[in-house]
Protein backbone atom coordinates (compact mmCIF):
# COMPACT_ATOMS: atom_id res chain seq x y z
CA UNK A 1 0.00 0.00 0.00
CA UNK A 2 0.95 3.64 -0.79
CA UNK A 3 2.29 6.17 2.10
CA UNK A 4 -1.13 8.57 0.83
CA UNK A 5 -3.12 5.77 1.54
CA UNK A 6 -1.75 4.20 4.46
CA UNK A 7 -1.91 7.54 6.24
CA UNK A 8 -5.50 8.13 4.68
CA UNK A 9 -6.46 5.14 6.56
CA UNK A 10 -4.13 5.42 9.93
CA UNK A 11 -5.23 9.16 10.11
CA UNK A 12 -9.31 8.60 9.15
CA UNK A 13 -9.52 5.76 11.90
CA UNK A 14 -7.62 6.92 14.70
CA UNK A 15 -9.16 10.68 13.71
CA UNK A 16 -12.13 9.05 14.86
CA UNK A 17 -11.11 7.73 17.71
CA UNK A 18 -9.64 10.92 19.13
CA UNK A 19 -12.98 12.52 18.36
CA UNK A 20 -15.07 9.68 20.32
CA UNK A 21 -12.60 9.88 23.35
CA UNK A 22 -12.10 13.94 23.20
CA UNK A 23 -15.79 14.43 22.63
CA UNK A 24 -16.41 11.50 25.60
CA UNK A 25 -14.15 13.14 27.85
CA UNK A 26 -14.48 10.89 30.92
CA UNK A 27 -12.52 12.57 33.33
CA UNK A 28 -14.25 15.90 31.97
CA UNK A 29 -10.94 17.67 30.98
CA UNK A 30 -12.61 19.90 28.45
CA UNK A 31 -10.40 18.47 25.93
CA UNK A 32 -10.82 20.24 22.56
CA UNK A 33 -10.67 18.08 19.65
CA UNK A 34 -9.70 20.84 17.36
CA UNK A 35 -6.40 21.60 19.30
CA UNK A 36 -5.49 17.76 19.15
CA UNK A 37 -6.21 17.96 15.10
CA UNK A 38 -4.06 21.22 15.13
CA UNK A 39 -1.05 19.66 17.17
CA UNK A 40 -1.44 16.33 15.01
CA UNK A 41 -0.84 18.25 11.67
CA UNK A 42 1.67 20.44 13.76
CA UNK A 43 3.58 16.75 14.58
CA UNK A 44 3.99 16.03 11.18
CA UNK A 45 4.57 19.55 9.94
CA UNK A 46 7.54 19.57 12.18
CA UNK A 47 9.21 16.30 10.38
CA UNK A 48 7.60 13.23 12.49
CA UNK A 49 9.20 10.60 14.10
CA UNK A 50 10.34 10.81 17.77
CA UNK A 51 12.18 14.34 17.16
CA UNK A 52 9.35 15.65 15.38
CA UNK A 53 7.08 14.76 17.91
CA UNK A 54 9.53 16.67 20.73
CA UNK A 55 9.57 19.98 18.60
CA UNK A 56 6.04 19.86 18.25
CA UNK A 57 4.81 19.38 21.48
CA UNK A 58 7.79 21.71 22.87
CA UNK A 59 6.96 24.79 20.74
CA UNK A 60 3.14 23.99 21.14
CA UNK A 61 3.43 24.76 24.49
CA UNK A 62 5.66 27.99 24.26
CA UNK A 63 2.82 29.22 22.24
CA UNK A 64 0.38 28.23 24.74
CA UNK A 65 2.40 30.33 27.67
CA UNK A 66 2.63 33.07 25.02
CA UNK A 67 -0.96 33.18 24.70
CA UNK A 68 -2.13 33.11 27.95
CA UNK A 69 0.86 35.55 29.38
CA UNK A 70 -0.56 38.21 26.22
CA UNK A 71 -4.22 37.85 27.10
CA UNK A 72 -3.39 37.93 30.76
CA UNK A 73 -1.20 41.20 30.24
CA UNK A 74 -4.42 42.45 28.24
CA UNK A 75 -7.02 41.47 30.61
CA UNK A 76 -5.19 42.99 33.65
CA UNK A 77 -3.40 45.94 33.03
CA UNK A 78 -5.01 49.22 32.45
CA UNK A 79 -3.29 51.80 30.53
CA UNK A 80 -6.10 54.04 29.98
CA UNK A 81 -5.45 53.49 26.06
CA UNK A 82 -8.77 52.20 23.86
CA UNK A 83 -9.02 48.34 24.14
CA UNK A 84 -8.06 47.59 20.24
CA UNK A 85 -4.70 49.89 20.85
CA UNK A 86 -3.71 47.94 24.46
CA UNK A 87 -5.00 44.86 22.20
CA UNK A 88 -2.52 45.37 19.33
CA UNK A 89 0.35 46.13 21.31
CA UNK A 90 0.15 43.31 23.72
CA UNK A 91 -0.42 40.84 21.00
CA UNK A 92 2.67 42.77 19.03
CA UNK A 93 5.19 42.40 22.06
CA UNK A 94 3.67 39.50 23.01
CA UNK A 95 4.30 37.38 19.58
CA UNK A 96 7.55 39.48 19.35
CA UNK A 97 8.81 37.61 22.33
CA UNK A 98 6.99 34.36 21.96
CA UNK A 99 9.05 34.32 18.50
CA UNK A 100 12.24 35.42 19.67
CA UNK A 101 12.24 31.88 22.10
CA UNK A 102 12.97 30.43 18.65
CA UNK A 103 16.48 31.32 19.29
CA UNK A 104 16.65 28.70 21.94
CA UNK A 105 16.68 25.55 20.10
CA UNK A 106 14.02 23.56 22.06
CA UNK A 107 11.29 26.36 20.67
CA UNK A 108 12.53 26.56 17.42
CA UNK A 109 9.62 25.52 15.46
CA UNK A 110 7.81 28.60 14.96
CA UNK A 111 4.74 27.35 13.08
CA UNK A 112 4.11 25.00 15.97
CA UNK A 113 4.67 27.48 18.87
CA UNK A 114 1.87 29.90 16.58
CA UNK A 115 -0.60 26.85 16.70
CA UNK A 116 -0.49 26.74 20.47
CA UNK A 117 -0.53 30.96 20.53
CA UNK A 118 -3.50 30.69 18.23
CA UNK A 119 -5.48 27.98 19.91
CA UNK A 120 -5.22 29.34 23.27
CA UNK A 121 -6.27 32.51 22.45
CA UNK A 122 -9.13 31.26 20.65
CA UNK A 123 -10.38 28.82 23.34
CA UNK A 124 -9.78 31.84 26.10
CA UNK A 125 -11.53 34.46 23.83
CA UNK A 126 -14.53 31.87 22.35
CA UNK A 127 -15.20 30.85 25.79
CA UNK A 128 -14.64 34.05 28.03
CA UNK A 129 -12.83 32.42 30.08
CA UNK A 130 -9.97 35.12 29.85
CA UNK A 131 -10.53 35.72 33.69
CA UNK A 132 -9.28 31.86 33.77
CA UNK A 133 -6.06 31.87 32.79
CA UNK A 134 -4.60 33.30 36.21
CA UNK A 135 -6.27 29.71 37.80
CA UNK A 136 -4.00 27.03 38.63
CA UNK A 137 -7.01 24.35 37.75
CA UNK A 138 -7.50 22.00 34.82
CA UNK A 139 -10.19 24.10 33.50
CA UNK A 140 -7.79 27.23 32.93
CA UNK A 141 -8.11 27.38 29.14
CA UNK A 142 -4.23 27.31 28.49
CA UNK A 143 -3.94 24.00 30.51
CA UNK A 144 -6.63 22.45 28.73
CA UNK A 145 -5.53 23.26 24.82
CA UNK A 146 -1.92 22.44 26.61
CA UNK A 147 -3.43 18.58 27.43
CA UNK A 148 -5.39 18.83 24.14
CA UNK A 149 -2.84 19.30 22.42
CA UNK A 150 0.00 17.07 23.69
CA UNK A 151 -2.78 14.56 23.23
CA UNK A 152 -2.80 14.91 19.69
CA UNK A 153 0.97 15.34 19.28
CA UNK A 154 0.33 11.37 20.49
CA UNK A 155 -1.96 10.38 17.84
CA UNK A 156 0.12 11.87 15.75
CA UNK A 157 2.71 10.10 16.62
CA UNK A 158 0.60 6.34 16.62
CA UNK A 159 -0.56 7.46 13.49
CA UNK A 160 2.58 8.18 11.56
CA UNK A 161 3.83 4.10 13.06
CA UNK A 162 0.29 2.46 11.74
CA UNK A 163 0.34 3.89 8.43
CA UNK A 164 4.41 2.92 8.21
CA UNK A 165 3.06 -0.55 9.51
CA UNK A 166 0.46 -0.48 6.59
CA UNK A 167 2.46 1.01 3.86
CA UNK A 168 4.96 -2.18 4.74
CA UNK A 169 1.96 -4.78 4.48
Known amino acids: MDLVTA ?3 SIGLLGGVATYLY ?21 FHC ?8 SSILANLWGV ?6 LIAFSNLDL ?7 AGICVAVGVALMILGSKIPIF ?5 TVYGYAATVALALLTNTVPGLVEPTLTNPAAIVAMSMIGGAIFGLISEALAGALARS
Open 7 to 9: LAL
Open 23 to 43: LSDPLMLGLQIWAAFIAWASF
Open 47 to 54: GGKIQGFF
Open 65 to 70: VWGALT
Open 80 to 86: GLAAPIW
Open 108 to 112: SAIPA
